[in-house]
């Protein structure tokens, strides 16, 4: 029930095109829905996130789409560039008792942008 | 040193050696978190320390000692590894371990393999 199921495991998208990442939930408890960015030798980066009672959140070229019925989110990044070529982490956050907060991460999407 | 910092970058070492990875963050934050990055798995949190006192141990085996002497330093002490412990291991900080928990910092991690 803690996990997070995220789709598709790597893809390919040409230059100019919207990448989407799905990933979907069980735990009505989690709190936070973070988005991380890993690039080859480096450790994840935070990239965007949300709370559950919003819908969408957008920065610059990256979107988060929330449906919290469904309990799934995406993200969307508009206009894909070759830079964009990482490795992206869909999490959830669980507050639990006491100060005791937690990220349970996706199985992680290999993006490759083609120029 | 800006961010967070872990060191050594790479380390191998066999069955029996007894060695220590080290991870320091300049943020001023009170959590620190130890990850194991395995190929085509998600992260999984190993332990989570909030000012110095762990308050996570995601059943790691015991070959696994964390030590946290101050909120700056985290250290992961390793003896007897098996081959299966072969991993990327990362450490990351976030403000405080309850509600900011989703909003982590990553350092770049430490390529471990176990001969």
């Known amino acids: 029930q803690q996990q997070v199921k995220q789709s598709p495991q790597s893809l390919i998208v040409q230059k100019g095109g919207i990448s989407i990442i799905n990933c979907a939930y069980e735990n009505t408890a989690f709190d936070y829905f973070p988005w991380y960015q890993q690039f080859p030798g480096k450790g994840p980066a935070l990239l965007i996130a949300i709370r559950p009672d919003v819908s969408e959140k957008k920065e610059g070229r990256f979107t988060i789409s929330f449906n919290k019925s469904a309990k799934q989110f995406s993200l969307h990044i508009m206009d894909s560039q070759p830079g964009d070529s990482a490795t992206y982490f869909c999490a959830a956050s669980l507050h639990g008792s006491g100060n005791t907060g937690k990220l349970i991460f996706g199985q992680g999407t290999t993006l490759q942008v083609k120029p | 040193e800006t961010g967070v910092t872990q060191t050594p970058r790479h380390l191998v070492m066999g069955m029996t050696n007894k060695k220590s990875l080290k991870c320091e963050q300049h943020l001023g934050h009170n959590a620190m978190y130890w990850y194991k990055q395995s190929a085509k798995k998600p992260l999984e949190l190993m332990f989570v320390y909030s000012l110095e006192e762990r308050v996570e141990n995601n059943s790691v085996p015991s070959r696994f000692s964390p030590e946290c002497p101050n909120s700056s330093h985290l250290f992961l002490h390793l003896h007897t590894l098996q081959p299966e412990d072969s991993a990327l291991y990362l450490c990351?900080?976030?403000?405080?371990?309850?509600?900011?928990?989703?909003?982590?910092?990553f350092g770049p991690g430490t390529r471990l393999t176990v001969t």
């Open positions: 990351a900080s976030s403000q405080d371990a309850g509600g900011r928990a989703y909003e982590q910092y």
